[in-house]
C-alpha cells in the first residue's frame, strides 16, 4: 500500500507520522527547531484530523509530566522538545520509563548552551543516555514520519513496554524540504493497533499505584529488571522494522544499517542525518578503488552491541563521528564503540572524529578527510586518538 | 471491622517476577503499625454518646463505626491520642503498653 | 446533599495504614479527601511526606489509583491523567493533585498556575503545614514570620522566617478559577463540605487545607485538631470560598482568641518575644480588616 508524496519538511514529517499514530494526549511546549511540529499538531486538532487533547502546558517539565499522567491510565501520549527543554525535563524521563510507560517523544537535536547556539548538535540527547528510553537517530524527513509509528509500536509491544525517543537533527533536517510519501491512514491503523491497556496502567478495575518508592532491599531488583528488559528489546527493535517493511515496502535495517562493510577495510559510524552525507563519500571512495564501509547507528539505546560486532568483523579500522562532546573524555558514541569492540574481543584501531557542534557543516571533504586518516593510522601513522572537524583555526 | 487487611507477601524468586515498572497493586499492605504505639486509646463505652467525633478526626482511620459499638483497628492505631483529646465526654482513655 | 460530618460520613477508608507519624495533619486530610471523593478516585502526589509514607514498595497505602509525580509535577500530572481518562471515555472518575506547602507554593507553583490556566478538570489539594516536612522541617514559600525551621533558626540576629506566607488562595482565584477555598482540619466539616463542593465542580479546584505537624511544629500529637481550630480561633488561618467570581469569608469572628496561646503552644513559636507576637496580631488584624473590606460587600 503506498500513499501520497508531498514536499514537507522534517518537522512537518514528525507531524504527520503522529497524527497517523492517533495519539489521545499530545502536550506541547515550544522551543526551536522543534516549533513546527508543535504547530501542525494544533492546526490537526483544530481541523480535526487529530482526535486528541492538545494541552498547552507551561513548560518543558509539564510537558512531559502531562505525558506521563496521560501515559498512566494508558492513553496514547505524545510530546516533543530540543535542547534546553530537553534538559528541563530531563527529571521526569526516568519517571516514565521508571514506571514503564510507553510514550513516544521526538527531540530536536540542538546546541546545548552555554555558550547559546539553536542550530544542530547531538549534545542534548547525549545527556539522556542513561535515562531509560530507547533512542533512535534518523536520517531524513521520510525516517523521521516513519519512526513515529514505529516508536509507538515498539514502545506499546507488552515485552518492551518502554518510551522511546526519536531523534531528529535541528534545522539539517528538522526544517529542510524533501518528498516524503505520507502512508494511508488503513495500512498504519493495521500496523499500529489502538493501545490496549497495559498491565502496569491505572484503571478502575485493578487499582494501582505507580512510580512507588523501592528502598534499598528492591531496588536494585526494580533497576535490574528495567535493564535486563532493555536489553531485550534489541529484537523487538528488529522485529518492528521487518513488520513495518511488509506492510510499508521499506525498512531501516533495524538498530543499524551496514554499508559496504562486507569487504571494508575502514569503516565510518554515524548517527543522523550526517550518514546521507557519507553515503555520497562513501560511494565517491568506492569508485575510486578504496575499500571504505559506513554504518549508520540508528539505535544508541539498548545499544547494538552484537549487531555492530558482526557489521565490524574483519574491518581493520573504524572511526567514529560524534557530534557531541563528552567534556574531560570523548564522544560519547566513540566511548560506547570502543567498548562493544573490547566485547566482541576485537581490536581495529579506532579514531574519534568530533564535528557538527553548534551546527558548523560536516562537509563531504570533511567526512573524506575522515576516512583518509584512517588508512594513515593503517600504515601506521601516530595521529591523536580524537580528531575534530571543520575546525575554523589553529588548536 | 471494615478496615484494609495485611495481606501476605513474599520476596520475589527472580528479578523477573518483580512488577512491570515502579508499580504495585493498590491496597496492598504487608506490614502494621502497631508497634510505633507507647499509648493505647481504649473507650469506655459506657460513657460513649455515639457522637462519632473520635471516628471523624483519626488521621489514620482506625475508628470503625460499622458495629452495634465503635471499635479501634489496633493493628494500624498509631496511639497519637487525638481521638481521647477530642471527645466531648472523655470517653476514652489513653494507656500504657506493656510490652 | 446531604450535610457531611462524623455521622453522616461512610466507613470506607481509601488512605489506609500509611507510616505518617502519630497525629499527623497532613494525612487526617488525605483521609478525608478521598473519603469524600470515593473509590474512583485518581491521586497525584509529588514527593514529601504523602507520598514517602504511601508507597513504600510492597505497602501500597492507597486502595484507589495513585501516583507519585516529578515534585515540581503535581498540576501536570493530574492534568494528564484526567486528560488520558477523558479521551479514553472513562467516566465518573476524579482526579486529585495533592501536594504540600513546598510543592504547591514554591517548586509546583507553574504547573499549577499552567493547570488553572486550561481548566482542567481536576481538584488540586494544598496540604499547608507551613514548612518541608520531609526533608527535615526547612522554611518554605508557606512559612510564616516568625518561625523557627532548620533553615531559619531563631537567634539573636533573626526571628527565624522573616518572609509573610504567600497569599496562595489569592494567587489561585486571580486566575479565575472555578472554585477556590480554604480550609483547616480544625474545621472538618467545612473541609468536608468544600472537598464535595470540588467534586462537583466541573474545571479546576483548589482547596488550600492547614494541617498541623506534630513534628515540624513542636506540640504533643494529640493537640493537632485543636491547634488547627486555634488558628482559625485567633484569625491566623481563616476559611473563605472564592467561586463565581467572588470572594466568601465562611467564618467571620466578632473576636479572636490571644494569638500567643496559639503560638506558644508550639516550640517552633516559643522563642519569639512581645514585640514580635505584636507584630504578628498587626498582620491579622490589616489582613482582616482588608477581607472584610473587600469581601463581605
Redesign the interface.
Known amino acids: 500500500m503506498s500513499g501520497v508524496k508531498r514536499f514537507i519538511c522534517g518537522d512537518e514529517a514528525v507531524a504527520e507520522g503522529v497524527r497517523l499514530a492517533r495519539p489521545?494526549?499530545v502536550?506541547a511546549y515550544p522551543i526551536t527547531p522543534q516549533t513546527i511540529v508543535v504547530e501542525r499538531l494544533s492546526e490537526y486538532v483544530e481541523e480535526g484530523s487529530l482526535k486528541?487533547?492538545y494541552?498547552?502546558?507551561?513548560?518543558e517539565?509539564?510537558?512531559m509530566?502531562?505525558?506521563?499522567?496521560?501515559?498512566?491510565?494508558?492513553?496514547r501520549?505524545f510530546t516533543a522538545t530540543s535542547s534546553q527543554g530537553l534538559l528541563y525535563m530531563a527529571?521526569?524521563l526516568p519517571?516514565a520509563s521508571?514506571?514503564?510507560?510507553p510514550i513516544v517523544m521526538m527531540n530536536a537535536n540542538r546546541s546545548i548552551a552555554t555558550p547559546w547556539n539553536i542550530y544542530g548538535d547531538q549534545m542534548d540527547a547525549m545527556f539522556l543516555l542513561n535515562s531509560g528510553w530507547i533512542q533512535y537517530y534518523v536520517e531524513d524527513a521520510q525516517e523521521a514520519l516513519d519512526m513515529m509509528i514505529q516508536g509507538y509500536r515498539l514502545a506499546e509491544d507488552p515485552e518492551v513496554?518502554t518510551p522511546v525517543m526519536i531523534n531528529v537533527d535541528g534545522f539539517v533536517l528538522t526544517h529542510t524540504y524533501e518528498l516524503v510519501e505520507i502512508p494511508l491512514q488503513e495500512a498504519v491503523d493495521g500496523f499500529l493497533p489502538p493501545l490496549k491497556m497495559?498491565?502496569?496502567s491505572?484503571?478502575?478495575e485493578?487499582?494501582?499505584?505507580?512510580?512507588?518508592?523501592?528502598?534499598n532491599d528492591?531496588n536494585m531488583?526494580?533497576n535490574?529488571?528495567?535493564h535486563?528488559d532493555m536489553l531485550r528489546s534489541a529484537s523487538a527493535i528488529e522485529a518492528v522494522d521487518r513488520a513495518f517493511g511488509e506492510t510499508f515496502g521499506r525498512t531501516y535495517h533495524g538498530a543499524l544499517e551496514a554499508i559496504d562493510t562486507e569487504d571494508a577495510r575502514v569503516v565510518l559510524i554515524t548517527a543522523g542525518t550526517v550518514t546521507g552525507t557519507a553515503r555520497g563519500v562513501v560511494k565517491a571512495l568506492r569508485a575510486a578503488g578504496k575499500k571504505v564501509g559506513l554504518i549508520k547507528l540508528r539505535v544508541l539505546r539498548p545499544f547494538p552491541v552484537q549487531r555492530l560486532i558482526e557489521a565490524l568483523k574483519g574491518v581493520e579500522a573504524v572511526g567514529v563521528l560524534d557530534k557531541n562532546i563528552s567534556f574531560g573524555y570523548e564522544g560519547t558514541i566513540f566511548t560506547n564503540v570502543n567498548s562493544a569492540l573490547m566485547a566482541g574481543q576485537m581490536s581495529p584501531k579506532t579514531l574519534g572524529f568530533i564535528g557538527g557542534i553548534g551546527g558548523r557543516d560536516i562537509t563531504k571533504a570533511n567526512l573524506e578527510e575522515a576516512y583518509g586518516k584512517l588508512f594513515e593510522v593503517l600504515e601506521g601513522a601516530d595521529l591523536d586518538r580524537v580528531q575534530y572537524l571543520n575546525v575554523r583555526c589553529d588548536y | 471491622m471494615k478496615r484494609p487487611q495485611v495481606k501476605p507477601w513474599a520476596?520475589?524468586g527472580r528479578?523477573?517476577d518483580?512488577?512491570?515498572?515502579?508499580?504495585?497493586?493498590?491496597?496492598?499492605l504487608v506490614s502494621i503499625n502497631a508497634g510505633w504505639r507507647t499509648l493505647r486509646p481504649v473507650i469506655d463505652h459506657e460513657k460513649c454518646i455515639d457522637c462519632m467525633k473520635c471516628f471523624l478526626v483519626c488521621p489514620d482511620g482506625v475508628i470503625d463505626k460499622s458495629g452495634p459499638v465503635l471499635e479501634i483497628d489496633y493493628d494500624f492505631c498509631k496511639g497519637c491520642g487525638i481521638c481521647a483529646h477530642e471527645c466531648p465526654v472523655k470517653a476514652i482513655d489513653m494507656v500504657k503498653e506493656v510490652k | 446533599m446531604v450535610k457531611l460530618n462524623a455521622k453522616t460520613l461512610h466507613n470506607e477508608e481509601y488512605f489506609y495504614g500509611h507510616k505518617a507519624c502519630g497525629g499527623c495533619g497532613e494525612s487526617l486530610a488525605l483521609r478525608h479527601a478521598m473519603k469524600v471523593l470515593g473509590?474512583?478516585t485518581?491521586a497525584?502526589l509529588p514527593a514529601g511526606c504523602m507520598?514517602?509514607v504511601?508507597?513504600?514498595?510492597?505497602n501500597?497505602a492507597?486502595?484507589?489509583?495513585?501516583?507519585?509525580?516529578?515534585f515540581?509535577?503535581t498540576?501536570?500530572?493530574?492534568?494528564?491523567?484526567?486528560?488520558?481518562?477523558?479521551?479514553?471515555g472513562?467516566d465518573g472518575?476524579q482526579t486529585i493533585g495533592i501536594a504540600g506547602d513546598g510543592g504547591t507554593a514554591d517548586i509546583g507553583f507553574?504547573?499549577l498556575?499552567?493547570a488553572i490556566?486550561?481548566n482542567d478538570d481536576i481538584i488540586y489539594l494544598a496540604t499547608d503545614n507551613e514548612a518541608y516536612m520531609n526533608t527535615g522541617i526547612q522554611k518554605s514559600g508557606l512559612t510564616p514570620y516568625g518561625t523557627r525551621t532548620t533553615t531559619s533558626p531563631a537567634g539573636k540576629n533573626l526571628p527565624g522566617s522573616v518572609n509573610q506566607k504567600k497569599n496562595m488562595f489569592e494567587i489561585v482565584a486571580a486566575h479565575g478559577i472555578a472554585y477556590a477555598a480554604t480550609a483547616s482540619v480544625g474545621y472538618l466539616e467545612d473541609f468536608l463540605a468544600k472537598v464535595a463542593k470540588a467534586k462537583e465542580t466541573r474545571g479546576t479546584s483548589y482547596i488550600h487545607v492547614f494541617v498541623p505537624c506534630p513534628t515540624g511544629w513542636g506540640y504533643p500529637a494529640h493537640k493537632t485538631v485543636s491547634l488547627a481550630k486555634a488558628a482559625v480561633d485567633s484569625g491566623l488561618w481563616y476559611l473563605a470560598e472564592y467561586e463565581k467570581g467572588a470572594f466568601k469569608l465562611n467564618r467571620n469572628p466578632g473576636s479572636f482568641t490571644p494569638v500567643a496561646d496559639y503560638l506558644k503552644a508550639q516550640s517552633r513559636f516559643r522563642h519569639l518575644t512581645e514585640e514580635d507576637i505584636s507584630r504578628i496580631e498587626a498582620a491579622r488584624d490589616a489582613k482582616w480588616e482588608n477581607m472584610r473590606r473587600q469581601w463581605q460587600g
Open positions: 489521545h494526549v502536550s486528541a487533547r494541552m498547552h502546558v507551561e513548560s517539565h509539564s510537558a509530566s502531562c505525558a506521563i499522567g496521560a501515559s498512566s491510565v494508558g492513553a501520549a527529571e521526569t519517571y521508571g514506571a514503564r510507560l513496554m497495559p498491565l502496569n491505572m484503571s478502575l485493578s487499582p494501582k499505584s505507580l512510580c512507588i518508592s523501592a528502598g528492591t531488583e526494580f535490574m529488571k528495567q535486563f | 520476596y520475589p528479578v523477573q518483580f512488577p512491570l515498572g515502579s508499580t504495585s497493586k493498590s491496597d496492598h | 473509590p474512583n485518581f497525584a507520598a514517602a504511601s508507597f513504600i514498595y510492597p501500597m492507597f486502595t484507589t489509583n495513585a501516583m507519585i509525580t516529578p515540581a509535577a498540576g501536570a500530572v493530574a492534568s494528564g491523567i484526567a486528560a488520558g481518562l477523558e479521551a479514553l472513562i472518575t507553574q504547573a498556575s499552567g490556566d486550561r
